[in-house]
């Protein structure tokens, strides 16, 4: 496995953090890690709320490369709760697909740390509406 994986996969162990914030909200169950073109790795954790507006660890961490001005991805990787196998969701992948229509079928996606088995999101969602 390449080293980009364990760095990453320790970037999202560091700010997974499971906590109650409210008796709505709830967060840091899920982290993620996404590596940009230019080698930045991104994280961030799921938020959960009792009215559907939270968001996925794989999303927030996304929307925090899109805020620090970059929107290409070449990895990702989550740590869902107990470390279990961890592929991003419908909406993530959607998300993934939109930012990158001509070129997302070659983002690696890091689906069982444990056993270092990667995929891409062509594999992923093979027959996707885009492309």
């Known amino acids: ?3 980009i994986w364990n760095e990453m996969y320790e970037a999202a162990k560091a700010v997974l953090s499971p906590k109650q914030v409210s008796e709505y909200v709830a967060c840091g ?40 001005g970059e929107y290409e991805i070449e990895k990702v990787l989550c740590i869902p709760p107990n470390e279990g196998k961890g592929a991003p969701c419908g909406a993530c992948r959607e998300l993934i697909v939109q930012l990158m229509p001509d070129s997302y079928k070659n983002i690696e996606v890091m689906l069982d740390y444990s056993k270092g088995e990667v995929i891409t999101m062509g594999e992923l969602t093979p027959h996707w509406w885009i492309g």
Not at 37 to 62: F, P
Request: charged share 15%; with cysteine; aromatic share 4%.
């Open 29 to 68: 169950e899920v982290s993620a890690a996404v590596l940009s073109k230019t080698g930045k790795i991104y994280t961030g954790v799921c938020i959960d709320t009792c009215s559907t507006l939270g968001i996925c660890a794989e999303r927030n961490a996304i929307f925090n490369m899109m805020t620090n």
């Open 1 to 3: 496995m390449d080293n």
